[in-house]
């Protein structure tokens, strides 16, 4: 189905979630230009809130997120958070209007029920909040039954489970056990709270997992009827990541094998009646994620593939990033630091970037690649790209009509790749990336 070359895959590449990347952030941005910002916010906006906690953390896991093993800890971060919450909102004009809130981290379920429940109250009780849709990010081996009315009661429709896999000896490489009856557990507890779209997590290239692991863990995620489905390829940077030294690199799948993966579970999940969203993600057709896909307003922002089309997008809690059209910004990820500039009514902006006209330019050309396949651009952004292109073009995975440019059916693996011909930033940026597939 795809042309496997693997020389046009081997330069690790963003996952485009913003442009610029994170990879380019600078810390001479900083609470000033945040507030700048915040105050000229109004009409739709999305908040997402970051709990960056897990009972448990995962060896393969690259979040920001620590134990919630220390009660003290959480605590304090729920208190400056709350901080945080009426500091933000206090800056907005009385216009701005909340249609979208998301929780994830982490896991929002690290905390307890009863502190998630106050802390939502925060939001309600500072922000104009209209009706809005509240998706949320569960970790199932510890979702207890008392979230079933929590997650009802604040009205969330959406929700994303991180499953990675089905099979007991790949959970058991990669330190996450999660018996097949703890998630058959969590669905039924969300579909009874009123969740209509539910997301897996799963992942293909784990050390020792084979074509016939994978294709039971698309099997079992499809009766279970996820209405979303993200595979994503496991990216192995123990010199990054220190916790993945517990996992066995020696039995990690080939580059070629880990394509192979990709192909199948592409393949399989499409026979099974699921919409491709890009090459990894994949909706059921009445989800609002593949009817976005469809009628063309799909977007891509920091929580990936979304309907969202709000212009700004406020992030909420250490290291969370806010996305505004002229400015993205980070907030500390140190969560003492976090709590220190709060303690003292600042803002924890810390790293950003401000986004030129030609960032802004060559941000839709991506964004428009990764989330249809094709994109229009002005003669002079065509006319530059076609040298870097011309691997592509040559192979035939993408083409160009005048000026525009579509990637062919054969080239949807290489979306990210041919999407990175058009960052300059790319050509000299510090930062390692993930394998483009």
Known sequence: MWPYYPDLLDMPVPRYTSYPTAAEFRDDVGPR????????????????????????????????????????????????????????????????RVRRVAFGGGSPNAISPVDFVRLFSELVLHFSLESPEVSIELDPRTLSPEWGSVIAGIGATHASMGVQTFAPHLQKAIGRIQPLEAIQRSVALLRDAGITSLNFDLMYGLPGQSDADLEETLRIASAMGANRIALFGYAHVPHLIARQRRIDGSALPSKEERFM??????????????????????????????????????????????????????????????????????NEKNSGRYRMMLSQDILPAALGVYRSEEDQRRGQVIEALLCHGRASMEPDLARQSVPALEPYLRKELCAFAGNELTILPEGLPYARSIASQFDPYRQHSPRRFSSAI
């Open 261 to 330: 993966m990709a192909q199948s579970g592409y393949r399989q999940l499409t026979d099974e009646g699921y919409d491709p969203i890009g090459f990894d993600h994949f909706a059921l057709p009445g989800d609002p994620l593949a009817q976005a896909a469809v009628s063309g307003r799909l977007h891509r922002n920091f929580q990936g593939f979304t309907d969202d089309a709000a212009p700004v997008l406020i992030g909420l809690g250490a290291s969370a990033i806010g996305n505004f059209p002229d400015l993205l910004v980070q």
């Open 33 to 96: 230009d945040y507030a700048e910002a915040l105050n000229g916010a109004s009409g739709d906006i999305s908040l997402y809130v970051h709990i960056p906690f897990c009972e448990s953390i995962c060896w393969y896991c690259a979040c920001n997120t620590g134990a919630a093993n220390r009660r003290q800890r959480l605590a304090t971060y729920l208190d400056s958070l709350h901080h945080e919450i009426a500091l933000v909102a206090a800056h907005l004009p009385r216009d701005a």
